[in-house]
C-alpha cells in the first residue's frame, strides 16, 4: 500500500466529525390563566396571563418595574409556583426547575477562583453529566467566542466576558430553553449590543425557545420576534405584537428598525399611561 492510500485508508477510519452543535427543538409554552399574590394584602402581582410561545420563538417580555415580569419569568422556570393557573412546557406541567430550560440573572454569579472551562462545566457537573465536559465545554464556549480564554482565571475577564461564561454554563446541558433575566443591564451600550445580536443568533442556530425580560424597547426589537407588553397593578398582557425585521435590520441604524422601535416604544407608553390612570 502506498502512502497516499495509506492516508486514505487511515481517514476511512475514524468516525465522522459531529456538528459543534446540534439544533434541538426549542420548548413549547402555554402559560394559561396564570396568576399570582405574594401577601393578600398587596393584591395580585400578576392576573389572568394567558399565551403561548412556539418552538424556537424569541418573545420579550416588556414592563417597567414592578408589572410582574421577573415573577412570570421565575414561573417559567419552575421557580415559583402561581396561586392560579399553571405554564405547560410541551405539553407538562411546570411543577419544578429542569436541566431542559435554564434561566439567566442579572449577576453571572461565578466563581472567581475557578478558570473559564470549570464555571462553564458546573451545569453538566451538578447534573451527574461530568462524562460529557470534555467534549461540551470546548463546544459552548466556541460558541460564545471564549475557547481561547478556556484556562483563564473568572475573575479575570470584563463584565461582558463573564456574561458570555454564564451563557456557556447556561448552554451546556443543550436546553430546548433559554430565559433571560436582564442579563445585559449593567454591561456598556457596545458590549450589550454585541451579547444582544450574539445570544439571538446562537438560539436561532440550535432552535432553542428564548424569552427575555426587559424594559429597554431597542433590546427587545434588536433580539425578540414577538414581544408582550405588560400593563401593572396588576400584571397583565396588554399588548403582543410582532418583530418583523431581518437580522440585518435589527443591528440598528436602518429606517426598518427605527420605525419598529418608534412603533414599539408608543405601545409601550400608552400602556404605561393607562397603569397610572385611576380606576
Not at 13 to 19: A, E, M, T, Y
Not at 62 to 90: D, F, Q, W
Not at 117 to 127: C, H, S, V, Y
Not at 150 to 171: P, T
Amino acid at each position: 500500500m502506498n502512502v497516499t492510500n495509506a492516508k486514505d485508508f487511515a481517514a476511512a477510519q475514524q468516525p465522522p466529525v459531529k456538528p459543534r452543535s446540534t439544533p434541538v427543538l426549542g420548548a413549547h409554552v402555554a402559560v394559561k390563566s396564570l396568576s399570582h399574590t405574594y401577601r393578600k394584602s398587596d393584591g395580585r402581582v400578576l392576573e389572568t396571563v394567558d399565551f403561548e410561545i412556539g418552538h424556537g420563538e424569541v418573545v420579550a417580555l416588556l414592563g417597567r418595574s414592578g408589572c410582574g415580569k421577573s415573577t412570570l419569568l421565575h414561573m417559567l422556570a419552575g421557580l415559583t409556583k402561581p396561586s392560579e393557573g399553571e405554564v405547560v412546557i410541551n405539553g407538562n406541567p411546570v411543577r419544578e426547575p429542569s436541566p431542559k430550560w435554564v434561566m439567566m440573572f442579572q449577576a453571572p454569579s461565578l466563581y472567581p477562583w475557578m478558570t473559564v472551562a470549570q464555571n462553564a462545566a458546573l451545569g453538566l457537573r451538578f447534573g451527574r453529566r461530568s462524562n460529557e465536559i470534555a467534549t461540551r465545554v470546548p463546544e459552548v464556549l466556541s460558541l460564545v467566542d471564549l475557547g481561547s480564554f478556556a484556562d483563564r482565571n473568572a475573575q479575570e475577564l470584563s463584565g461582558g466576558q463573564q456574561q458570555r461564561v454564564a451563557l456557556a454554563r447556561s448552554l451546556a446541558p443543550s436546553p430546548e430553553m433559554l430565559l433571560l433575566d436582564e442579563p445585559f443591564s449593567a454591561l456598556d451600550a457596545f458590549t450589550r449590543r454585541s451579547l444582544q445580536q450574539d445570544v439571538r443568533k446562537i438560539a436561532k442556530d440550535l432552535g432553542l425557545t428564548l424569552v427575555i425580560v426587559t424594559h429597554d424597547v431597542g433590546e427587545a426589537v434588536r433580539m425578540a420576534d414577538r414581544v408582550l407588553v405588560l400593563k401593572s397593578n396588576p400584571g397583565r398582557i396588554a399588548e403582543d405584537t410582532k418583530i418583523d425585521l431581518s437580522d440585518d435590520e435589527r443591528n440598528g441604524g436602518s429606517d426598518a428598525f427605527a420605525a419598529e422601535h418608534t412603533r414599539l416604544m408608543g405601545l409601550y407608553s400608552r400602556v404605561a399611561e393607562i397603569a397610572e390612570m385611576p380606576d
